[in-house]
Structures are given as structure tokens and as C-alpha cells.
């Protein structure tokens, strides 16, 4: 009688964690997915802009602060960065779930860590994009805007200068800057890229299709990022912080350079593909159960 009472017990117990771990992964699922449509958009906007000014009348490169608040400028602007706002910090959350829960169940050697790492770093940088976005909503004093990665760089850059070895410092800022980009180049390319996703409700076409996307988006978005990189070892080199740029002024730099707007339309598409590619994530992605 009394091992029919515990196994009920036990029984009783295991349905509970099962619906815990279902409610967790519903929600974890739904901050992902809300998270993912955010970044694409943003990356979506971004990709509109650079293309606007490759081939367009006038316009100007930017980064994720200056969409944020180019779209703050639309019709109905207040309400698009308050669900802006709420997808950032969704992403946040889904960054940090990724770190500390480890819903992919990454291994825990090298590889594994750099990872959790990784998701770790997105999720703090996303956290630091929705403090702009809330001053931009609130009227607080350090508002998301145009051009304003590129003077937090430069800022940033004079205050390592100023220090002992600062140039050393810089360099080494720049060498990782450049390796993070050269990775995101690499994973663009690697057979693997997307594995961990779970898209359900797509066929094998659909399924290449959109991470085709996702191949050409990355790839673009870590050709800026490397260029970013070396504009840090100029800056080290010359001792100038002038010389550091963020994403949308290391972008602006191509416009000068040979077939300039032909290299920047094609990152604008890629940047856009990425969008999309987020965008995709969003309708079809699922948390695997394990």
C-alpha cells in the first residue's frame, strides 16, 4: 500500500516539473520568437537606409540606434518603439536564457563556452540598446539616435588612448573586434549554419531558402564588422580616435571607394536579408524539447 502511495506520489510529482518545464519553454519560445521579429526589423530598417543611400537621392548609413529612431520618426512612431522596446527586451531575456539555462545543451569545452558566451554578450548588448530606446520614448537624456555608435566608439577609443599603453589596448580591442567579424564571415559559410533552429511547417526548399538568407545576411554583417576592426588598428596606429568608426560610419567609407555604392547596396541587401531572416525565425521557430 504504502509503494502504491509513493508511486502515485512520484507520479503526481513528474506531471508537475513535465507542465513547469512546458510553461517555461512556452515562455522562453514566445520571447524568442518576439525577440527575433524585433532584431529583424531593425536589421531590416537598416538594410532600407544603406540602400537609400547607395542608390538613392540623398539618405545617410546607420546602425541599430539610428533605425531605432528612424522609426520612431514614422506614423504611429510611439507605438512601433514601445513594441520595439518590448522585443529588445525579449531578446535580452532569450540571450540570457541561452547562457544560463542552456536550452541547446551546449557542451561544456571550448567550443560550448564561447557559445554561452556569445549569447551571453548579445544579451547585454541588446539590454544597452533598449536603455536609448526607453530615453527616446520617456524624453530621457541619452536618447537612441543617428550616428551615435560611431561617437560612443570614438569616445571610447580617446579614454583606452589616454591610458598607459593605450594603443597596445586599442590593438588588442581591434584584433577581436576583427576576429568576431571574420567569424560571422566563416559561419555564413559553414554547412551547419542554423542547425540548432527548429523551423517547423517549412519543406527542404524553404528550409534552404531561408537560411540562405540568414548565409548572406551574416556574411555581410561581419564584412562591416571586420572593417570596423581595421579602422581600431588605424586609430591604435595614429594614436587618433578620430579614426575609429561604428557600424554606420565604417560603412559610409565604402561610398568612396571604387564600385563604393555597388559594395554598399550589396551589404544593404545583406542586411536585409538578415532582417528577413530574423523575420522568419519568428514565424516558425520552435524550442526543441529535450
Not at 522585443?87 to 554561452?116: D, H, M
Not at 560603412?251 to 571607394?257: E, F, G, K, N
Request: charged share 15%; aromatic share 12%.
Amino acid at each position: 500500500m504504502a509503494n502504491k502511495k509513493n508511486t502515485i506520489k512520484n507520479l503526481k510529482k513528474t506531471s508537475e516539473n513535465v507542465a513547469h518545464n512546458d510553461t517555461f519553454n512556452s515562455t522562453a519560445e514566445f520571447m524568442a520568437r518576439v525577440g527575433f521579429a524585433t532584431r529583424g526589423f531593425i536589421f531590416f530598417v537598416m538594410g532600407i537606409l544603406a540602400l537609400i543611400l547607395a542608390f538613392g537621392n540623398g539618405g545617410k548609413t546607420t546602425d541599430q540606434q539610428g533605425a531605432i529612431a528612424t522609426i520612431g520618426k514614422q506614423p504611429e512612431g510611439q507605438v512601433l518603439l514601445w513594441l520595439v522596446l518590448i522585443g529588445l527586451i525579449c531578446y535580452s531575456s532569450w540571450g540570457l536564457i541561452q547562457f544560463v539555462i542552456n536550452p541547446f545543451n551546449k557542451e561544456n569545452n571550448t567550443k560550448g563556452i564561447s557559445a554561452r558566451l556569445g549569447y551571453l554578450f548579445g544579451a547585454i548588448s541588446y539590454l544597452f540598446l533598449a536603455i536609448p530606446t526607453y530615453a527616446l520614448l520617456t524624453g530621457g537624456s541619452k536618447p537612441a539616435h543617428v550616428g551615435k555608435q560611431a561617437a560612443q566608439t570614438q569616445n571610447y577609443v580617446a579614454k583606452i588612448l589616454d591610458m598607459p599603453f593605450g594603443q597596445w589596448m586599442v590593438v588588442v580591442v581591434a584584433i577581436t573586434v576583427i576576429s568576431v567579424g571574420i567569424f560571422q564571415v566563416c559561419k555564413g559559410f559553414m554547412p551547419l549554419f542554423g542547425r540548432h533552429l527548429d523551423l517547423i511547417k517549412l519543406n527542404t526548399y524553404q528550409l534552404k531558402l531561408v537560411k540562405g538568407f540568414g548565409r548572406f545576411g551574416t556574411i555581410s554583417r561581419g564584412f562591416v564588422i571586420t572593417l570596423v576592426g581595421v579602422f581600431l588598428v588605424i586609430s591604435a596606429y595614429t594614436a587618433d580616435s578620430n579614426e575609429a568608426k561604428g557600424f554606420d560610419s565604417a560603412l559610409m567609407s565604402l561610398m568612396h571607394q571604387p564600385y563604393g555604392r555597388w559594395l554598399i547596396g550589396i551589404i544593404a541587401l545583406g542586411l536585409m536579408s538578415l532582417g528577413i531572416y530574423a523575420l522568419f525565425i519568428a514565424l516558425y521557430f520552435r524550442l526543441k524539447k529535450y
